[in-house]
C-alpha cells in the first residue's frame, strides 16, 4: 500500500469535509423549503385560556389614514404641524412632520399622543387637571397641552394622534380630531 504524502492527506480530507458540508447543506436547505406543520401543544393552548388577554389596535394603513387627514386639515389652516399616531400602548405607528414645521413639534406631536391614549381623553382636558393634581405633569413621555385626542372603540382607548405646531393648543387639538374622525369614515 502506497502512503499518501501529508499534504495530499490534508487536501483529501478538506474536499471530504467540503462534500460532507454541501450534502448536509443542500438537505436541511431541502427540509427548510417545504416546513412542516406541527399543532401546538395542548398544554400551551389550555395555558392560555382564562390567562391571556385581547386587545384592539389600528393597522397601519388606518393610522396613516388618520395622521394624513390631521396634516390635511393643518394644511386648510394654513398651519405647519407634525402629527403622530400611537397604539394602545404608546408605540408610535406613525408620525408625518409637515413641510415647515418646527423641530419642537415633532416630539411634542408624539407625547401628546401617548398623553391622550393612557388617560383616554383629549389633552386640553387632561390639561384642566393639572390644577388639582400638578405632579402629573411629571409622568415620562407626557406632555399635558392640548393638541391630542384618543380614539377608542366600545369606550376603550386603542390608540392616540397627537398633534403640534399650530400656534395654538385648540388648532392643534382641532386637527387631532379631524384624524379621528376620518378613521370612522
Aim: proline content about 5%; overall charge positive; charged content about 15%.
Amino acid at each position: 500500500m502506497k502512503k499518501f504524502s501529508r499534504s495530499a492527506r490534508v487536501l483529501t480530507g478538506t474536499a471530504v469535509a467540503a462534500t460532507l458540508a454541501a450534502g448536509t447543506f443542500g438537505a436541511l436547505s431541502a427540509n427548510a423549503a417545504t416546513p412542516k406543520t406541527t399543532p401546538a401543544p395542548a398544554a400551551a393552548s389550555s395555558a392560555a385560556k382564562g390567562n391571556t388577554t385581547q386587545s384592539t389596535h389600528l393597522t397601519v394603513e388606518a393610522a396613516t389614514k388618520a395622521a394624513k387627514a390631521a396634516l390635511d386639515e393643518a394644511k386648510k389652516n394654513n398651519q405647519r404641524v407634525s402629527v403622530a399616531v400611537v397604539d394602545r400602548n404608546g408605540n408610535t405607528v406613525v408620525t408625518l412632520r409637515g413641510d415647515g414645521a418646527g423641530p419642537q413639534s415633532y416630539e411634542s406631536a408624539v407625547k401628546k399622543a401617548y398623553t391622550a391614549v393612557s388617560w383616554n381623553a383629549p389633552t386640553s382636558e387632561l390639561a384642566k387637571r393639572l390644577t388639582n393634581a400638578p405632579n402629573l405633569k411629571d409622568i415620562p413621555g407626557t406632555l399635558f397641552l392640548a393638541g391630542g385626542a384618543p380614539v377608542a372603540v366600545k369606550g376603550a382607548p386603542i390608540a392616540g394622534i397627537g398633534v403640534a405646531g399650530a400656534p395654538s393648543g385648540d388648532l392643534d387639538e382641532k386637527f387631532a380630531q379631524a384624524g379621528v374622525a376620518a378613521l370612522g369614515r
